[in-house]
T-cell receptor
């Protein structure tokens, strides 16, 4: 079945460091891919998305490119800030029409000044 | 003007009790969901309703019963609570296609 695997955390970085959080997926058909972010005490928010191969999603300095050949959707940011500290979830949509989202286990990022 | 609101934010109760969590969305979306997030932050879908009709029902004990009185509401009722039910429960909504809009979660603690 469809699934998402993302790197385990926690990840701790200094401010202005480069961030990569790996995400790979297994799916039949052509899923859409998402990164969601969960700030402390809040619900998940959509960070970015890509709906087809080679699409690049970007938002708030974060980027991820839909790579069909490597079945990956790695999240990157060139210079992280303390305010980026959160849990990041990679997710994949189910194309059966049931609007089911498969989430990865989440990666906690802590950015220290 | 909260888009997806769920209440209560925190719920502490004893084993064996019955409790409900309410969810309302004011986005005009036609699909609503309940997700369970365990202590390791793993997020798993429980139910999905489209226009008040159940379309996803994952392997969830039948002690959990969703109720959708209208398109804007999807409440979660849990009977005979168990220790393992302790988690954060998230309501979400979408308009047919993704992405999802999440509520802020309800932290349920069963003692």
């Amino acid at each position: 079945g469809d699934s998402v695997t993302q790197m385990e955390g926690p990840v701790t970085l200094s401010e202005e460091a480069f961030l990569t959080i790996n995400c790979t997926y297994t799916a039949t058909g052509y899923p859409s891919l998402f990164w969601y972010v969960q700030y402390p005490g809040e619900g998940l928010q959509l960070l970015l998305k890509a709906t087809k191969a080679d699409d690049k999603g970007s938002n708030k300095g974060f980027e991820a490119t839909y790579r069909k050949e490597t079945t990956s959707f790695h999240l990157e940011k060139g210079s992280v800030q303390v305010s980026d500290s959160a849990v990041y979830f990679c997710a994949l949509s189910d194309q059966t029409g049931a609007n089911n989202l498969f989430f990865g286990t989440g990666t906690r990022l802590t950015v220290i000044p | 003007d909260t888009a997806v609101s769920q209440t209560p934010k925190y719920l502490v109760t004893q084993m064996g009790n019955d409790k409900s969590i309410k969810c309302e969305q004011n986005l005009g979306h036609d699909t609503m969901y309940w997700y369970k997030q365990d202590s390791k932050k793993f997020l798993k879908i429980m139910f999905s309703y489209n226009n008040k009709e159940l379309i996803i029902n994952e392997t969830v004990p039948n002690r959990f019963s969703p109720k959708s009185p209208d398109k804007a509401h999807l409440n979660l009722h849990i009977n005979s609570l168990e220790l393992g039910d302790s988690a954060v429960y998230f309501c979400a909504s979408s308009q047919s296609l993704l992405p999802l809009h999440f509520g802020n979660g309800t932290r349920l603690t069963v003692t």
